[in-house]
C-alpha cells in the first residue's frame, strides 16, 4: 500500500538534545512538508520541499533543520535551540503541478515531548 | 500571506441531525483551491472534500457538500445524517493556484452526540 510512514509514533528527549523524526513517502510525489500542530493553533508550516536536495523555510522553522537526500525521505531535527518543541508533528506529501490534486496526503504524526 | 479562519473552535450535533462549519479566507488570487481535512482522535488527517474556485458548482461527496461563496470568501462545509464516526477537529485549508503550500484555518471541534 502506498502512504507515509512516521517513526517513531512517540518521542521523547531531554532538553539541550537534539532529536530527528523520521518521515518517507512511497507515493512517488515531489513535494514534501512538515508541519507542527499546537492545540488551538491548527497546523504551522515548519519545512517544505519541492525536488531533491532543496527546501525552503516555512512560518516557523527557527530551531529546526531538514534535508532532503532522497525523493522518499524527508526527515526532521529539532534541535536544542528550539525554545518549546513538546508537540504534535505531521509530514505530508504531495504532486507538483496538479491543481486541485495537490492535496496533501499525511502521515500518521509523532508525538515529541521534552522532560 | 493568505490566512483562513474557522471562528467555531467547537461545534456539537445530534445524530442524525445536520450540522455546518464555517471557513472564510483571505486571498488577492483568482485561482485557487479550497479543502477540508477531519483529523479523528486518532490524529490521522483525511481529506473530506476539495472545491476548485473556478468552479460555480458546490461539491459534494455523500453527507458532506460545501457552501462556496467566491465573492464573500466564505466555503462551509455542511454535514447531513451526522454519525458518530463524524467526530473529529475539522480544518479548513487553502492553496494558490499555482503554488504546493497550503494554509490552514485552526480547526473546529465536532462532538456528536448520540
Known amino acids: 500500500d502506498g502512504g507515509i510512514t512516521q517513526s517513531p509514533k512517540y518521542l521523547f528527549r531531554k532538553e539541550g538534545q537534539n532529536v530527528t523524526l523520521s518521515c518517507e513517502q512511497n507515493?512517488?510525489?515531489?513535494?514534501m512538508y512538515w508541519y507542527r500542530q499546537d492545540p488551538g493553533q491548527g497546523l504551522r508550516l515548519i519545512y517544505y520541499?519541492?525536488?531533491?536536495?532543496?527546501?525552503q523555510k516555512g512560518d516557523i522553522a527557527e530551531g529546526y533543520s531538514v534535508s532532503r537526500e532522497k525523493k522518499e525521505s524527508f526527515p526532521l531535527t529539532v534541535t536544542s535551540a528550539q525554545k518549546n518543541p513538546t508537540a504534535f508533528y505531521l509530514c505530508a506529501s504531495s504532486v507538483l503541478g496538479g491543481g486541485s490534486y495537490n492535496e496533501q496526503f499525511f502521515g500518521p504524526g509523532t508525538r515529541l515531548t521534552v522532560l | 500571506a493568505q490566512t483562513v479562519t474557522q471562528s467555531q473552535p467547537e461545534m456539537s450535533v445530534q445524530e442524525a441531525e445536520t450540522v455546518t462549519l464555517s471557513c472564510t479566507y483571505d486571498t488577492s488570487e483568482s485561482d485557487y483551491y479550497l479543502f477540508w481535512y477531519k483529523q479523528p482522535p486518532s490524529r490521522q488527517m483525511i481529506l473530506v472534500i476539495r472545491?476548485?474556485?473556478?468552479?460555480?458548482q458546490n461539491a459534494t461527496e455523500n453527507r458532506f457538500s460545501v457552501n462556496f461563496q467566491k465573492a464573500a470568501k466564505s466555503f462551509s462545509l455542511k454535514i447531513s445524517d451526522s454519525q458518530l464516526g463524524d467526530a473529529a477537529m475539522y480544518f479548513c485549508a487553502y492553496l494558490r493556484s499555482p503554488g504546493n503550500q497550503f494554509y490552514f484555518g485552526t480547526g473546529t471541534s465536532l462532538t456528536v452526540i448520540p
Open positions: 507515493l512517488n510525489h515531489d513535494a
Open positions: 472545491q476548485e474556485a473556478y468552479k460555480q
Open positions: 520541499s519541492q525536488i531533491v536536495n532543496d527546501f
